[in-house]
């Protein structure tokens, strides 16, 4: 009878459409890739809003596949607040069962150049410090330093990136990235962060907020960064310079997510 009544729910649960969240900080940063949505319905929360559709780009499944995407400014507070208004978006009846983070960031290992990609297996906000209470960097409610990205969707990441073909895009890379409320540009500030960061990739403003609330509130999440500078002080120009190129593909990396997420780690959940 239990056995039934799983077996029922189970075969229910495999024809559940897949509801992917995606957040970008800056329009460059999302490109075109609202044209993936159809159907569209828009939900409001005072100036952020919500896009919520239905993906009209031709994937091989049965199952259903519903897009919410939003923008959330620069900054740890506003990407905070989208990821968790985003993740709490409903569409059609389904919630949201992942979420991605698409941006930009500067390079601080020297080996990182104009376009190579970065998938973060580990985020830290480079800003927190609430000593004597806790530890330098540590974010009290998770008593951690590092968030830890899931392996299994970090391989997935880097493997369909592998396998896409994006040419205009240079090396694939995985590893540390940090998170603070600063545009960094200054010497003084690299050589601080790579002093406490031996491992450190790059810089950027939203990651390790979003991946926060996503630890927090128990969904799968990955941050997805493409190097757009090399904080330093070149990096206003080569920054503004490199999003207007960017614009044009950014939607390209976006587009390999979705279309790869009948294979990611998903399909285990559910
Ligand atoms: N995003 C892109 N470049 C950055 C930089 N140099 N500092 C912080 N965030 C960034």
């Given at each position: 009878m239990v056995l039934n009544y799983l077996k029922i729910i189970n075969s229910k649960n495999k024809n559940l459409p897949i509801h992917i969240g995606i957040l970008c900080a800056m329009p460059e940063e999302l490109g075109s890739s609202l044209n993936y949505l159809s159907n569209i319905e828009i939900n409001d929360h005072g100036d952020l809003r919500i896009y919520s559709g239905e993906c009209n780009l031709n994937i091989n499944s049965s199952k259903s596949l519903y897009l919410s995407v939003a923008l959330s400014g620069w900054g740890k507070v506003g990407s905070a607040r989208a990821a968790t208004r985003v993740i709490s978006n409903v569409f059609k009846g389904k919630s949201v069962d992942v979420l991605f983070f698409f941006g930009v960031a500067g390079a601080i290992d020297s080996n990182l150049n104009q376009g190579d990609i970065v998938v973060a297996s580990k985020l830290v906000q480079h800003d927190m410090d609430a000593r004597p209470i806790f530890d330098k960097y540590v974010i009290p409610p998770l008593n951690k330093e590092f968030l830890l990205a899931d392996l299994k969707w970090v391989d997935w990441s880097s493997s369909i990136l592998n396998e896409a073909?994006?040419?205009?895009?240079?090396s694939i890379n995985t590893g540390l990235i940090a998170t603070g409320d600063k545009f960094v540009s200054k010497e003084n500030e690299v050589k601080k962060l790579e002093d406490d960061f031996k491992d450190l990739l790059g810089v950027e403003m939203e990651g390790a907020s979003v991946a926060q609330v996503s630890i927090q509130e128990n969904i799968p999440w990955?941050?997805?960064?493409?190097?757009?500078?090399?904080?330093?002080?070149?990096?206003?120009n080569d920054f503004e310079s490199f999003l207007k190129i960017y614009k044009k593909y950014s939607s390209k990396i976006i587009k390999v997510f979705i279309e790869n997420i009948f294979k990611s780690p998903l399909k285990i959940i559910l």
């Open positions: 073909n994006l040419s205009e895009f240079g990955q941050i997805i960064r493409v190097i757009s500078d090399s904080a330093n002080k070149s990096s206003q």
